[in-house]
């Protein structure tokens, strides 16, 4: 057992006790404040540079200069009103598993700081909201009132050029239930592009003069087919994923709907096929609408990018993970989930590995932590290993930073997103 593994495990319970707490406490994106308030109150005590940044979250930085190792917790839920930890204002559950994140890195800070590890260089850990693309009302009011720029967290901090200094970034994710310890690396992550059609018709009554109407549902389910059989064109490798759900289906049982709201995400892990497929359903669902001489209006906002990692870091720390699990490591595994994790991989050297110790359905109303030697010790070790090689080894981190190459700038991304 490596010195950092037996620490972690040393300090097990007080991991179990923050995770029990933060469990407890599910927010929506960028409405976090118990959270954290939480959270940094497990920092208040020590001689770290703490950097507030309002609704998107927070900041812990111990050391100064190069290397500048960056951390990413989230620390959002999600809306899952069935499950048996659902908050009782929103219905927002930690059924992600975010809450563990942010204790892992909270974990991670502290021990390099009471261990007196930065000796040189920098670490930051950035405790981040919003990576949920949930809630978009609230967010996008909270947009037209100057409060965010864009709808997720990293996406707000990548365009306020938070990242800018640090060399690489390391983020976890729980994987889920599984039958095994286990951990993972090199996972791909799809991209999306949120979708909302607004059928509109002509309301008339249902009965005795439907013919006088335009019927708006109709219209949304003859999209609805056609999208289906559109679905045989998609091929399997590009990872596309379509699903929708109707937000309003009318407004009276004896009227004929006049107006219909559909709306979800497409998805694929290939950015130039994502904009392909949005455009095919975009024409799709238009002319479904007019095949009914209903009208739509079509909404479309850039989700996330899909998340490519750096398998130069992977390779840093594939051997602490070794140690906790052995062989059982999932590699290069492709996701039709989609995080804001992807955007930050635009631009610097990241990684968001997978750790095992859960069980329930992610997103699910069972979802919970199972095993914390899995869920919290493992993960906490490896990143304060991987850590430690990277602030010490000058030409593992060089050769991470020389193997990478951006593929988009800071000022192509602000100009996609309009800000």
Not at 149 to 156: E, P, R, V, Y
Not at 274 to 291: F, N, P, Y
Request: aromatic share 8%.
């Amino acid at each position: 057992m490596s010195d950092w593994l037996k620490i972690v495990s040393d300090h097990q319970s007080e991991l179990i006790g923050w995770e029990k707490d933060l469990f407890a406490m599910p927010e929506l994106g960028f409405k976090e404040q118990r959270t954290k308030a939480y959270l940094l109150d497990l920092f208040r005590e020590l001689n770290v540079q703490i950097e507030d940044f309002g609704l998107c979250g927070f900041s812990v930085s111990i050391g100064q200069g190069k290397p500048h190792i960056g951390l990413i917790a989230e620390m959002d839920a999600l809306v899952v009103p069935n499950h048996f930890m659902a908050s009782s204002i929103d219905g927002a559950a930690h059924a992600c598993g975010h809450h563990l994140q942010s204790a892992i890195m909270a974990a991670v800070m502290r021990l390099l700081y009471k261990q007196k590890t930065v000796t040189q260089g920098k670490v930051t850990c950035y405790f981040i909201a919003a990576e949920e693309y949930v809630d978009l009302d609230a967010r996008k009011q909270l947009r037209d009132q100057g409060k965010i720029s864009l709808l997720s967290g990293k996406q707000n901090l990548i365009v306020e050029n938070r990242f800018d200094d640090v060399d690489v970034l390391i983020s976890c994710h729980t994987m889920g239930a599984t039958d095994r310890p286990k951990m993972e690396i090199n996972s791909m992550l799809s991209g999306f592009v949120y979708k909302k059609y607004t059928f509109v018709g002509k309301s008339s009554h249902a009965a005795v003069a439907p013919h006088l109407g335009v019927n708006a549902l109709s219209a949304m389910a003859l999209a609805q087919s056609a999208i289906g059989l559109l679905r045989e064109t998609f091929r399997e490798e590009d990872l596309i994923r379509v699903h929708l759900m109707s937000t309003l289906g009318g407004q009276s049982v004896n009227a004929v709907p006049a107006k219909t709201v559909l709306e979800g995400y497409v998805r694929s892990i290939d950015t130039n096929i994502l904009t392909q497929v949005s455009e095919k359903i975009d024409h799709t669902v238009s002319h479904s609408a007019q095949a009914l001489f209903a009208q739509v209006e079509i909404e479309s906002t850039p989700g996330y990018f899909p998340l490519k990692q750096s398998e130069e870091l992977s390779d840093v720390l594939r051997p602490f993970m070794v140690e906790c699990v052995g062989e059982n490591i999932v590699n290069h595994q492709k996701s039709f989930a989609a995080g804001d994790i992807g955007d930050c991989s635009l631009f610097v050297p990241t990684v968001q590995f997978g750790f095992s110790g859960c069980k329930g359905v992610v997103h699910g109303a069972d979802f919970c932590m199972d095993n914390p030697t899995e869920a919290l010790v493992y993960p906490v070790a490896v990143t304060l290993n991987s850590v430690q090689k990277l602030l010490t080894d000058v030409e593992t981190l060089r050769n991470i930073k020389d193997k990478f190459k951006p593929l988009m700038t800071i000022e192509q991304y602000k100009q996609f997103h309009g800000v």
